[in-house]
């Protein structure tokens, strides 16, 4: 199979998504993110994903927020002999418009539908009418379950909700399951013309388009099926224990969402030898295996933890999205791995899970694209933090990089002192005034 690069991968703008026919160059070589086709992966697939890391990149592999895996470190000779080796392999990369599922859609009970074939209806529709979308269009399909994606933001949303006889799925746009506009009450047997005609709406109104550009109201008078806006629901975070149908299902993280390909391989010989048999990708950088007994859980969960991997929801290196830093990218200024090692050790209390805090070792922000509570943010001039906002936003301040510890370590003590009895680090930092986390990074609190 020969790649075409349907780009100039070099000039390839942000907002555009890096894949195998587009790869986006970063400081440590090119990037390729793929989503394959196939919901459950063997451990052969990930033993050749991880050959392929190694020998077509410098063998860091990342699993994104979103649940996609990305290869580093590739070059442009070396991405053919990536979608070479992936053909071989059986392994096909998704492409056209993003289009979510719970990652235990169709094998979870508690599910209220499968959505599965309506998100392969609607791929196959859209990738059969020429619109020019949004390169970062995403659309969340939900039928509920125990990892709803009811926290995932998208420009489309349809939610499986239960009416009194049958299966109806919420339409809504530009936001997540509580935030979304909502535009209309569809049946199973409509809601995949029904969604066209917001992507339709998407296209005509230019290719930048997102959802939360969308005239809402227009689009619901055009339905005329009203639907109401749904509670907002915090679902179970992936890392950690789940059980379907009884059956263990263990939920790890790399840490920080990036691993050496040695560590993944290593990581599914040992799941394997404890039973596993499937591995699903799910958000919030999680790997799901399945086929472990409950004999064999507590030897997994060891293996994984051996391998730096995360299998706890209460990590608090789970709230903090680091990229690759100066361990892998030639454009960071500092290590944003041992920064956020030290946030985990000295600033513990920011990362209860309630705020996003982000790591980044240049303005580009990488790995959190949007606005974080906390961003940690490499420049020439040392590491500035910037609150509520991007990693490219202005910083309230800035150290030296070798003064990031000790301003860490204060930023911890500001949280423990005024902190009240349970309170949430978002409310903290709602209620706390900047010039306070200025003073307190700077050393003058
Ligand atoms: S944000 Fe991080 S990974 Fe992205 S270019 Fe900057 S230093 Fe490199």
Redesign the pocket.
């Known amino acids: 199979m020969t790649t075409v690069l349907a780009c100039d991968p070099g000039t390839l703008r942000r907002g555009a998504c890096p894949s195998l026919a587009t790869p986006m160059r970063?400081?440590?070589g090119f990037l390729v993110r793929l989503r394959p086709v196939a919901v459950a992966l063997t451990a052969d697939d990930l033993l050749a994903l991880s050959d392929l890391a190694r020998e077509t990149g410098n063998g860091l592999i990342e699993i994104t927020a979103r649940g996609n895996i990305q290869l580093r470190g590739l070059t442009l000779g070396t991405v053919p002999r990536l979608a070479e080796g992936l053909e071989a392999a059986g392994i096909v990369p998704q492409t056209g418009v993003a289009i979510e599922t719970p990652a235990l859609s169709g094998i979870d009970p508690s599910e209220i539908a499968d959505a599965t074939p309506i998100a392969d209806a609607l791929r196959n529709v859209i990738a059969d009418v020429a619109l020019t979308l949004a390169p970062k269009l995403a659309i969340v399909v939900d039928g509920g379950g125990v990892l709803s994606l009811a926290d995932m933001v998208a420009d489309i949303r349809l939610d499986a909700v239960e009416t009194n006889d049958a299966v109806a799925w919420r339409l809504s746009a530009g936001g997540d399951r509580e935030t979304a506009q909502p535009i209309a009450l569809l049946s199973s047997e409509t809601v995949v013309e029904g969604a066209m005609t917001v992507v339709a709406a998407l296209a005509a109104a230019g290719a930048g388009t997102r959802g939360r550009d969308l005239d809402a109201e227009a689009l619901v008078a055009r339905f005329n099926m009203p639907a109401l806006p749904l509670a907002g629901i915090i679902p179970t975070h992936p890392i950690g224990v789940h059980r379907i149908d009884g059956a263990p299902v263990l939920g790890v993280s790399p840490a920080y969402g990036q691993m050496h390909a040695d560590r993944l391989a290593a990581l599914v010989r040992s799941l394997s030898s404890c039973g596993a048999t499937e591995f699903r990708l799910a958000p919030h950088r999680t790997l799901l295996v399945r086929g472990l007994s409950e004999a064999a859980l507590a030897a997994a969960q060891d293996a994984a933890q051996r391998e730096g991997f995360w299998c706890t929801n209460r990590a608090p290196g789970r709230s903090i999205s680091v990229?690759?830093?100066a361990a892998?990218?030639?454009?960071?200024?500092f290590d944003?791995h041992a920064a956020a090692d030290a946030l985990v050790a000295h600033a513990a209390e920011w990362l209860d899970g309630t705020v996003d805090v982000h790591v980044?070792?240049?303005?580009?922000?990488?790995?959190h694209p949007a606005r974080a509570a906390v961003t940690l943010c490499?420049t020439a001039d040392g590491v500035g933090l910037v609150v509520n906002g991007k990693?490219s936003d202005p910083a309230l301040v800035t150290v030296p990089a070798d003064g990031l510890v000790p301003a860490i370590q204060r930023l911890g003590a500001l949280s423990r002192n005024r902190r009240n009895n349970r309170e949430t680090a978002k409310s903290l930092i709602d209620r706390t005034a900047p010039a306070l986390f200025v003073s307190a990074y700077q050393g003058q609190q």
Do not use: E, M, N, R
């Not at 892998?328 to 200024?333: F, V």
């Open positions: 970063t400081g440590d990229c690759a830093g892998g990218c030639a454009s960071a200024s944003t980044s070792g240049c303005p580009k922000g990488c790995a490499g990693a």
